[in-house]
């Protein structure tokens, strides 16, 4: 590959700092230039480190108003116009949207895209959310026009798309997941004593553990997974279920804390030791009513753990029912705490289930095998 100058557009630096960096290290390893476009933020010092340059811009990550909407497309155009950027990559809605115009404008002439999932605008049929989801589409159909390539993490998103007619098949290219660093979430990390002390450290000992890692909000499934908790520790009162996640201020779909803290569920909100909390839990949970690819779910199999999570858009990728976890339906609080209360009965299913999901993750999801699709994905436009 000759060398390049590559920009990395999105609306969070965190989003490029959590998501991205393998894909900006390699390149930088490999002599191009990586741009992290993104407003200020608490991880544009940790951007710099890596070596990426770091351009900031502003944006209304929530605004519907057309004037600041236009506004900040202005702000993404004046970010990358003397740039001389050769491929843009953009990330989320917004950023896919607005860069692509913005970056068409700039002259840039390779721009992809990478849609991780279509939002909670996809799970209601409010008037306010068809509306969105209406105006997001013609917003995407134009957009996919300007842009030569779009990334796609499951196989139903695209699907959609190209059936609505949003973008041609041709452009479509799936990689599955962003990748999951199968070294670091590995079970050979914690030997039997460092879970016994894991345990100890935050009052499991001689519990059962049923960990779930999500924003705290509606969509993600946290009423349905408090309603099964509550079923399955009638019977099995020696088990323990752990939420962890923070609050979404600002979002109304989500719990509050006096939910959150109600009996049944240990709340341990944000945390930043999620091998940890996966390493020292039995059985993990997801029951999200639409994911993209959910990064958790990967962790959980690359860690050897089984799950149970719903049978949706996401989360089907991660788990073959019956295999390494089970798929239940959406909001059905009773099947989630029937599989649940299944694994806890059965040891040896929960070890064989959780085999096939370190497996599953060392030959999909590992890091490096997502990494080298991308590189080969932008070769393919020199």
Partial sequence: MNLLRFGFLSHLDLNLYLFRTPIMKELIRRGHTVYAICPKGDKNKALREIGCHVINYEIDRKGLNPFSEKQSIDNIYHALKNLNI???????????????????????????????????????????????????????????????????????????????????????????SVGVDTQKFSMQNYSDDTIISLKQIHNLSDKKVVLMVARAIWD???????????????????????????????????????????????????????????????????????EGLPATLMEAASMAKPIVTTDTVGCKEVVDDGINGFLVPVKDSLALAEKIAHLLEDNQLRISMGNAGRTKALREFAIENVVQQYMEYYETFI
């Fill in 220 to 290: 993600k499934g946290v009423r349905e997974y408090y309603e099964a908790a509550k079923i399955v520790k009638n019977r099995y009162p020696d088990t323990e279920f752990l939420l962890v996640g923070g609050t979404d201020e600002g979002n109304p779909t989500c719990a509050s804390e006096a939910f959150l803290n109600s009996d049944g569920v240990k709340w341990l909100k944000h945390r930043n030791d999620i091998a940890d909390l996966t390493a020292l839990c039995d059985i993990y949970v997801l029951p999200s009513y639409r």
């Fill in 86 to 176: 050769d491929i843009l990559h953009t990330f989320t809605a917004k950023p896919n949207i607005y860069g692509t115009f913005a970056g068409h404008k700039a002259g840039i002439p390779v721009i992809l895209n990478l849609v991780e999932g279509l939002g909670s605008f996809y799970i209601k049929n409010t008037p306010k959310t068809i509306l969105i989801r209406t105006i997001m589409e013609r917003l995407y159909k134009r957009a996919f026009h300007l842009s030569q390539g779009c990334v796609f993490v499951n196989t139903d998103d695209p699907a959609y798309m190209i059936n609505k007619k949003l973008l041609p098949k041709e452009k479509v290219k799936i990689i599955k």
